[in-house]
């Protein structure tokens, strides 16, 4: 499965909790600009360090809500390496842009920031280093491009250890996601840049067009596939409704081997146990 592919639960989530934390953020800002009307002078100082650190963590979940929110809408109608990269870009921009509004609230302007540079690299590296690294490792992968989202991969590195193999179905501020046989496994970005990258070659789909008798639905020819097909697939039989034509139905049925040497065997495989069902099959 691709990052698009999110289940429809947690893309509502993600939705839902951006349109709360966009008004906490709010409350924050309102917050710290009437603060000395609100209260005394003494309180200025851990206001602003509160709402400093306020600011950063909403921003950090913002970032992450905005990114699956609009997954479904980038990769509709962008191709799926482009669409990740927007996604990742627009979560680095929300990240940066919170913590740059926080930094200034805390009163760190440039000036500050650049006398009391060296210390706050060092305080800084120490407290985040893993954090940081993956973000800096994630826009190094973002550059370099050794692989796109929704290309097959195998990675090989001792942190790994061993090999894992997927479908890449995001890039995110921390992870690359994979979509194995065994469900998503999400690599660290710095273990991802120091691996070794192997891409693989996807086999090629089976593919048919079929004309279903009268009575006969959808569900009826999934069903016959799973008994049917002994092949080993990679991932199950997909189904896609073309037509109505009158009482017919016309289907797409789709299915990919696990290993491309298969491909033969399988196409025999589906076009038997589809024929007593249709009237008419083509490729």
């Not at 919170?98 to 920031?113: E, V, W």
């Not at 139905?249 to 249709?278: F, K, M, N, W, Y």
Request: charged residues 20%; hydrophobic residues 50%.
């Amino acid at each position: 499965m691709l990052a698009h592919q999110l289940s429809g639960r947690a893309i509502r989530r993600a939705r839902i909790q951006t349109l709360v934390v966009l008004p906490l953020m709010a409350g924050v800002l309102v917050l710290y600009g009437y603060r000395r009307e609100l209260l005394a002078p003494a309180w200025d100082r851990p206001v602003r360090i509160f709402a400093a650190v306020v600011l950063i963590s909403l921003g950090w979940q913002l970032a992450r809500d905005i990114g699956h929110a609009l997954v479904p809408t980038l990769f509709r109608r962008l191709r799926p390496g482009t669409a990740g990269t927007v996604d990742f870009l627009i979560r680095l921009a929300t990240m940066l842009a919170a913590a740059i509004i926080a930094l200034r609230i805390a009163g760190l302007g440039p000036r500050t920031l650049a006398l009391g540079g060296a210390v706050t690299a060092v305080i800084v590296g120490l407290a985040a280093q893993q954090t940081l690294g993956h973000v800096f490792a994630g826009t190094v992968l973002l550059s370099a491009r050794p692989f796109r989202v929704g290309e097959r991969v195998r990675l090989q590195a001792g942190a790994l250890g061993g090999t894992v193999d997927g479908v890449v179905s995001s890039l995110g501020l921390l992870y690359t996601t994979l979509s194995g046989d065994e469900g998503p496994v999400m690599v660290p970005n710095a273990v991802v840049l120091g691996a070794a990258v192997v891409p693989l070659r996807e086999p090629q789909a089976v593919e048919l067009r079929a004309r279903l008798r009268p009575g006969v639905t959808p569900a009826d020819i999934e069903e016959l596939l799973r008994k049917r097909i002994g092949t080993p697939l990679r991932g199950a039989p997909r189904i896609t409704l073309e037509e109505l034509d009158g009482d017919e139905v016309v289907v797409r049925i789709a299915a990919a081997p696990v290993h491309p040497s298969d491909g033969p065997r399988l196409a025999g495989e589906v076009l038997s146990a589809v024929a007593e069902q249709t009237v008419r099959a083509s490729s």
